[in-house]
């Protein structure tokens, strides 16, 4: 679809924390600002692809400024989520190689284990994943 917007969302994971610990590892995930209906909502950080940019170098800049990291983007996670007519939804597994992470365009940022992933209030298209996010952080 040549008018398609593609949103992608960044899977990022901790297998240890500062106590050493590595049973079912964690994923970063970020609590949104805005827009009003979706304020205090969780969702994978990420962001729109712009014109001539692929899905993976988009990802690299958003996380960049989101986030204050730097990553390497790696294979894709589940399935397209169509968010409306002209938007769609992607996530992909990444893999933080420095920077220190901060939030800078989210209310909040969150580190949880496989077993909190249902109790968090997702984004709508982002709830979708869930079952693929605890495959990933229990693999």
Not at 65 to 78: F, N, S, T
Not at 100 to 105: C, G, I, K, L, Y
Not at 118 to 125: C, H, K, R
Request: no cysteine.
């Amino acid at each position: 679809m040549p008018n398609q917007i593609v949103v992608a969302g960044a899977l990022i994971t901790r297998a240890r924390d500062a106590t050493g610990e590595t049973s079912g590892g964690r994923l970063l995930v970020a609590q949104r600002e805005r827009p009003p209906e979706l304020a205090g909502l969780w969702e994978l950080p990420g962001g729109k692809v712009a014109a001539g940019e692929s899905d993976a170098d988009a990802l690299v800049r958003e996380l960049d400024e989101e986030l204050g990291v730097e990553v390497i983007v790696g294979e894709r996670l589940g399935r397209d989520v169509a968010l409306n007519g002209a938007m769609t939804l992607r996530a992909y597994l990444v893999t933080r190689t420095g920077g220190s992470v901060q939030a800078r365009d989210h209310r909040a940022l969150r580190w949880v284990r496989a077993d909190e992933l249902d109790g968090l209030a997702w984004v709508p298209a982002d709830r979708g994943w869930v079952p693929e996010l605890r495959a990933a952080l229990r693999a």
